[in-house]
């Protein structure tokens, strides 16, 4: 079952065309990544799909109806935490149900179980100034998992962390959002194949030029291992020879 | 370290007073000139206890309180209004701006005039003067508030009312609080000016009577340390509804 439907999807910032025929589908449960030079239109095309934007063209497709802003089958983690300073991090997490009408006591409930399910539960009554990076990370993909989406979208959630903080939520963002499929944007090669079932390169012209697949389906701990195997090296230099030609483009 | 910046105001004021005492004394300066600080505290004791303070800070502190609060309201109404509407804004702002521009109390004797000399007219000088920093500090608070924050609520499907109550409205509280501090102190300034303008009692009417006809010296410079004491405290106010409101917040 296709969780996003896009069908030939443009997009334009005045004369600027950002995004021109993009074709590509999520299945329910399947992690997709998105890689591309800047400017490619990545994270334009995150925004579209959660109806923080209005496309030029083409069409949206999310569990069965169009993209529109804030449906709860859709959560998205942006590149900055974007936790609320003057709230908790158990009121950051609540917030999403807060907003639909449920009763705090039972958003609660809900959302420690979502801080529970990041290994985050310990910093329920820590304001965000406490945390460090990877906390925030965490609290916020908590706060985008709460209303148990469909698909999840991640626009370079980890980008501002140190490497040991974002390799190991690398290693665990595909047990983190079980369940959920999700559509991540990164720069960085080695996590778009860690935590993905598909590594799509998105060419300068806003249309998808390779496709590889992605490292997800093998167990946790043979992630790492297998991204160095000749395989997963032999993967790494496709994307990387991908990327350096869209780039150059 | 500390203690010692809580003392140094209170070492300032106590080494100010003395000069003042002392300079008073060495160079016999008449008392209607500039009475001593001991003079104007025994006056000022004078004037709690027969009534006189009394009877003249609570029409005062009533112009203050109604005056300011409704001008607060007022101004965190056009504030928030014209922080969230950009056409509003456009609309607005240059009348705004010329209306600061205006001495508020020079708009006194007008509104004496259509409101009467009584509480009415003390009431609009006091709100109409706390009424622009409010609403400006409000205005660019909630206009300023971080784009990937509103982000997120468009994402969380956040209505205007709910963006405003869960996102600007708390990230506009130091801004707009900062407002509130400069308006609690000119609604005092608001309240005296009106007094001068008519009536028969208040701080105001009472500093003219201790010039003009009691020719009461000290009780002049006892009536203007009773409106300091008000001013603080309504400064004092708002600090404390700050720290309260930190707690209750969002």
New interface residues.
Partial sequence: MQILQVDGLSHSFGERDVLRNLSLSVAAGESVALLGANGSGKSTLLRLVAGLLTPTAGRIVLVGSAAAAGRPEVGIVFQESRLLPWRTVLRNVTLPLELEGVSLTSARATAEAALARVSAVGLLDRNPAELSGGERGRVALARALVRRPSLLLLDEPFAALDAITRARLDDELPELVAGAATLLVTHDVAEALLVADRVLVLGSDGAIQLEVPGLRGQPAAGRRAALLSPDGAARQTRLYAALNSVSHA | MRRLSQLTPLAVAALLLSAWEVAVRIFAVPQFILPAPSVIAVRFAEAWADGTMLRHLVPTVTEVTIGGLLGGALGLLIGVTLGLSGSARRVVSPYLVAAQSTPILALGPVLVLWLGPGLAAKVAVCALITLFPVAISTLVAVRDVDA??L????????TRW?SLR??RL??A?SGILAGARVAATLAVVGAIVGEWLGGTAGLGVLLNLARGSLFDTPLLFADLLQIAIVGVSAYALVLLFERVSSKK??
Avoid: K, N, W
Avoid at chain 2, 151 to 158: H, I, P, T, V
């Fill in positions: 990937g924050t982000e997120l609520m468009r994402s969380l499907g956040a709910q869960y996102v708390p990230a509280r917040i969002a």
